[in-house]
Structure formats: C-alpha cells, structure tokens
C-alpha cells in the first residue's frame, strides 16, 4: 500500500510559479514510479509529468515545469513556471510499483494509487 499526500496548490497570477510536493508512504519509493496527472472542471483526468529513473512530461509543459524526485524524503516535486490560466486544475499525485514503459507512464490507469488533489488556480 501506498498513501500520498499532496501540498503546495494555491492561487497564483499567469507568469508566476508554484511547486507542487507529494509526500508518499511505504518502503519502496526509490522503485515507485511517481506521476502528476490533472483534471480541469469538465475535462478527463490527463497527464502532466511523471519520473522513474527518467523524467516524462506533455508536451504542453515542456520546458515550463520540472517533476523530480528525493528518494530519501520520499517525496516527489512538480516545479511549474511560466503558468497560464489554462493550467488551471485539480492536480494529483499518482504511484505505481516499479518502472513502466515511457508509454505507461502517461496512462492514468496503470497507476493504482492516489493523493486526494491540490487545486491550482492561475488568474490572468
């Protein structure tokens, strides 16, 4: 089993910045793929980044947001710059055992694990 809690949503105007952190549970993070995925009001759920010993992200955040990870803290980080109200969303943190492929890593349904969702809001 694999808890995860997120932190660091908030209200920030276009062109700021927020950093996302998901501290998860369990004994095996160092081999746990971890994922941001987001869901905007009226929108499916779609991913944003995810990290296993390589980073992935879509191609809409490219070069504007950073997923890493502190195996020792347990704790997986999504640094997003440059924001733009259509960033705007519930962001959740996602966890799978082990590595997936680069194409698994995007599909939310190979994750079986959940935070409960931080909102960020972007005005412009």
């Known amino acids: 089993q694999v808890q995860l809690v997120e932190s660091g949503g908030g209200l920030v105007q276009a062109g700021g910045s927020l950093r996302l952190s998901c501290a998860a549970s369990?004994?095996?993070?160092?081999?746990?793929?971890m994922g941001w995925f987001r869901q905007a009001p009226g929108k499916e759920r779609e991913f944003v980044a995810a990290?296993?010993?390589?980073?992935y992200y879509a191609d809409f955040v490219k070069d504007r947001f950073t997923i890493s990870r502190d195996n020792a803290k347990s704790t997986v980080y999504l640094q997003m710059n440059s924001l733009k109200p259509e960033d705007t969303a519930i962001y959740y943190c996602?966890?799978?055992?082990?590595?997936?492929?680069?194409?698994?890593?995007?599909?939310?349904?190979?994750?079986?694990?959940w935070g409960q969702g931080t909102q960020v809001t972007v005005s412009s």
């Open positions: 369990g004994r095996t993070f160092s081999t746990t793929t």
């Open positions: 990290i296993t010993w390589s980073t």
């Open positions: 996602a966890a799978h055992l082990g590595w997936g492929t680069p194409e698994s890593t995007q599909n939310p349904k190979v994750f079986p694990y």
